[in-house]
């Protein structure tokens, strides 16, 4: 009976974006459910394999169940998800073949790393492996999103108009949509049990994702006025993605500092680097 039982419960959270710790408390509290209903079926006088049925059968449909689940859990966030690998596909396609059409060449690597990208995105919402970090590689994904479409968008301004106007303001559409969900995964849906600083957590994460969007577009600006003025690529444009790890290890080094209450420290790293990138970008702006 416990085995139908667990069977039918993982049945039910499969269809669920949880990460491990949220799978294994569901599994809990949903046994919790079966064992409960199948408790009191017994003792309405249902033989046990009647009451291991009914029980189920009054819980529901896995499939059903797990949607609803999922959607209590984390409302419009697959829709969203969805939406955006779907439209990223459609927009990489293209912008790919009207380059190719009106120009007489097109970024082929481009293409592939989009729909890499988008199918990859696809791929984890529609498949979900629950022992996987899922915050994680959402990010990774996204954040990868983030900069390839971008780039596009850039593409798209090379485009016959009103070509170059729809698919512009698509592109930003698409970025605009991952960058929200960047935030909301990192900071609403998949929060770390282990971290017991909720709250300041938050905001180093608010905080450093604002960085890591601002650090992306400036390194994309870099690297498209780069590629305009020089004769090809050259080994120098890697210099360009430093801040970009240095970001990126500066954000798990403030994350560490949280986990182990240096909350302070942790503060005064993000601080530190929001103020270098402003002053940085009002140089930049104003010619200082």
């Known amino acids: 009976m416990t085995e139908v039982f667990e069977r039918f419960v993982k049945g039910i959270v499969r269809q669920t974006d949880s990460n491990h710790e949220e799978s294994m408390d569901l599994n809990e509290e949903l046994l919790s ?10 003792n309405e006088g249902y033989s046990k394999e009647e009451a291991m049925k009914m029980a189920m059968m009054n819980f529901g449909d896995e499939k059903e169940v797990g949607k609803q689940l999922q959607q209590a859990m984390y409302p419009y966030r697959r829709g969203m998800m969805l939406i955006l690998a779907s439209a990223s596909l459609i927009f990489a396609y293209s912008v790919y073949l009207l380059d190719l059409f009106m120009n007489g060449d097109a970024h082929l690597i481009w293409l592939v790393l989009a729909v890499l990208v988008a199918t990859s995105i696809l791929t984890v919402i529609l498949h979900p492996v629950q022992s996987l970090n899922r915050r994680l590689w959402m990010n990774g994904l996204l954040i990868s999103h983030i900069f390839i479409f971008s780039y596009g968008s850039l593409m798209s301004a090379y485009l016959d108009r009103p070509y170059s106007t729809i698919s512009g303001f698509f592109s930003y559409a698409l970025v605009l949509l991952a960058i929200i969900l960047v935030y909301r995964t990192t900071i609403y849906d998949f929060p770390s049990s282990k971290q017991l600083l909720q709250k300041d957590a938050k905001w180093i994460h608010f905080i450093n994702i604002t960085m890591g969007i601002v650090l992306i577009f400036i390194t994309l600006f870099l690297l498209w006025a780069f590629l305009l003025f020089s004769e090809g690529l050259q080994a120098s444009l890697l210099l360009l993605l430093l801040p970009i790890g240095l970001w990126m290890l500066l954000y798990a080094v403030q994350m560490r500092l949280l986990a182990a209450q240096r909350k302070k420290i942790a ?22």
């Open 33 to 42: 459910h079966l064992h409960c209903s199948y408790e009191d079926l017994l």
């Open 267 to 288: 503060y005064t790293i993000a601080i530190t680097q929001l103020l270098l990138i402003g002053v940085t970008l009002v140089i930049w702006v104003y010619g200082i």
